[in-house]
């Protein structure tokens, strides 16, 4: 009986090592660029993911002056503040957050069609 003990493996986690505290892995932050089809041709491009110390408010009335569409700032109740624009403005603002300088090119993932 007691050979058997010694030749059963004991549990083992592969994810044990990335379940650390201070571990880096997968700690980047990412915004999220979607556009969302409404009726029709109209459409909708969805900002999610920026850093909080940032105000929304401002961001978005820039964005809307410089892309001539309106636009909102939503609470989301799992997603947070996520800005909210007419029309299909994924590459405006894309280029328009790296350009700013609030959101580095690898940190933008851009999603739709």
């Known amino acids: 009986m007691s050979e058997f003990d010694n030749a059963i493996p004991t549990a083992f986690d592969p994810f044990a090592e990335a379940n650390v505290e201070d571990s880096s892995a997968g700690t980047k932050d990412y ?13 909708l491009t969805t900002v999610q ?10 961001i978005l009335k820039d964005l809307k002056k410089e892309f001539c ?3 909102t700032v939503v609470q989301d109740p799992e997603l947070g503040q996520v800005i909210q624009l007419q029309g299909d403005q994924r590459k405006n603002v894309s280029t328009f957050l790296v350009q700013a300088g609030i ?4 940190n933008i993932k851009i999603h739709g069609f």
Do not use: A, F, M, W
Request: charged share 35%; hydrophobic share 15%.
């Open 103 to 106: 959101v580095k090119k690898e």
């Open 69 to 71: 569409c309106n636009g």
């Open 49 to 58: 993911g920026l850093k909080k110390e940032y105000s929304y408010n401002k």
């Open 31 to 43: 915004v999220h660029v979607r556009v969302q089809q409404r009726n029709g041709r109209k459409s």
